[in-house]
């Protein structure tokens, strides 16, 4: 019986595939099926794709909501970076529950962006 590593056990590459991001599991109609504490640490220190028209409907629709509240240039910038992240990771449409919010922000040492 060949092994594992045996050309006919190896999985042919399919280069025609798309690269699946994460918020494909929403794209296809994935619902959740328990609560879980998300792991955030596999994005401390990463470099994001460019935003999707859809996240960045999000982020300008929270711009005018902390505009319309005042918050601080301060508070707004960190949030909106951890938003950028949850949005970019979660997909724009998601529902984001405060916590994860909190976990993500503490995951990157409370300052919203790598390197900070």
Do not use: C
Not at 34 to 50: K, M, N, Q, T
Request: charged share 25%; aromatic share 6%; hydrophobic share 40%.
């Amino acid at each position: 019986m060949p092994s594992r590593g045996h050309p006919r056990y190896r999985r042919p590459a399919h280069p025609d595939r798309p690269v699946l991001d994460p918020p494909i599991a929403q794209a296809v109609g994935q619902l959740v099926l328990f609560e879980a504490e998300r792991d955030w640490h596999p994005l401390v220190g990463a470099l994001l794709p460019p935003p999707l028209p859809s996240v960045q409907a999000l982020l300008a629709d929270f711009a005018r909501h902390t505009a319309e509240h005042h918050w601080t240039e301060e508070s707004t910038e960190t949030m909106a970076r951890i938003l950028r992240m949850a949005a970019t990771w979660l997909g724009a449409d998601a529902i984001y529950r405060e916590e994860d919010l909190r976990a993500l922000h503490r995951a990157q040492g409370n300052r919203g962006r790598p390197g900070a």
